[in-house]
């Protein structure tokens, strides 16, 4: 159990102190704005809960278990980045290529993507359904107007836009991971020269 936690610990080096909790608050955002924007869920996008018909309290265990559970990964992916690199010795194979061919250091990386991802989107998903919560109110203001607009135009007029946002935020988010962990790599190899 000590070396579990002392794992732990050591992941959370690689991560911004305020990341975590700001990535809490934008989940707690996503599920009110969600609650405001379709409190019955029957404008919900999300085939997840479309497809098994949660109910807003699966919905909020679903969220609350899924986030936990991917931080920690998040962290142990981390350590076994750093853990990685600190070990290595060759520092002469291809960087994408070493991350293909040791699986753990691949389930690390995808960890990364899928968080980073997560919050980005999730980012989103907020602005979206403040924004579609305003078209629903049909208020007369300056940003019920921008509302209107983009609902209208953008999300009404393309069925599977979701899809390509999904798409680009992943991608967006891997490029990230790699810079992520190319930067622990960069940090261990210097040390290595250093010595």
């Not at 061919?101 to 980005?120: A, E, G, M, Q, R």
């Not at 899809?163 to 810079?179: G, P, R």
Request: glycine share 2%.
């Amino acid at each position: 159990m000590k070396k579990f936690f002392n794992n732990l610990k050591a992941g959370t080096k690689n991560v911004p102190a305020l990341l975590i909790p700001i990535y809490y608050i934008i989940i707690f955002l996503d599920l009110l704005t969600t609650y405001l924007a379709s409190p019955n869920l029957l404008l919900e996008e999300n085939w997840i809960i479309r497809y098994f018909k949660l109910t807003w309290g699966e919905i909020v265990l679903l969220s609350s278990v899924s986030v936990i559970v991917l931080t920690f990964c998040l962290f142990f992916s981390f350590f076994y980045i750093n853990y990685y690199y600190k070990e290595k010795s060759d520092f002469k194979k291809q960087f994408l290529l070493e991350i293909v061919s040791n699986k753990k250091l691949f389930i690390s990386f995808i960890v990364l993507t899928c968080f980073y991802s997560h919050f980005s989107y999730s980012v989103f998903v907020v602005i979206n359904n403040y924004l579609s919560y305003l078209y629903l109110l049909n208020t007369d203001n300056s940003l019920s107007k921008l509302a209107h607009s983009y609902i209208s135009n953008i999300i009404l007029g393309n069925i599977h836009i979701y899809y390509w946002i999904i798409s680009l935020f992943v991608l967006f988010s891997a490029c990230y991971s790699l810079y992520k962990t190319n930067r622990i790599r960069d940090k261990h190899f210097s040390n290595r020269i250093v010595q």
